[in-house]
């Protein structure tokens, strides 16, 4: 009889192994096409922008209002787009609504808006805070 022996793995080698599973979200300028098509019609979309044409301008605004709970209610948007809009949300100043915030207090947060210069046309996302 032929006898095989298996590899044995350390602790160190499996909790390596464990990370690598894990999602990494590595930070992104810009948001995913397929995510901004999904999300430019969320639910509170229309509280910040009435017309659809102008809210990718305004995304970072839209998808704060909405708790994680909410946004996996989209058809099409999993647990890694979320983690994925929460990291890109973080670049631009911003967060998902929590459980049990109101929308009112997300609101009272957004600011005047900057616009570049003629090299960058488009608005800015940065907020401008006027608190002390």
Sequence with gaps: MIQFS????????????AKTKST????????PDRIIQLTENAPYAPLVV??????????????????KQELSEIPG????????????????????RMPGESLDAVICHF??????NKLGARLRSDLVDHRP
Excluded: C, N, Q, Y
């Excluded at 298996?6 to 192994?17: A, I, N, R, T």
């Excluded at 600011?111 to 570049?116: C, K, P, S, T």
């Design 50 to 67: 009435r017309h659809t044409v102008d809210r990718a301008a305004f995304l970072p605004e839209i998808l704060s209002l909405h708790t």
């Design 77 to 96: 948007l999993g647990k890694a787009s979320i983690a994925t809009i929460e990291v890109w949300l973080a670049e631009h100043g911003r967060r998902l």
């Design 6 to 17: 298996l590899p044995v793995m350390s602790k160190v080698s499996l909790s390596h192994m």
């Design 111 to 116: 600011g005047a808006r900057r616009r570049h």
């Design 24 to 31: 990494t979200v590595k930070p992104e300028p810009v948001l």
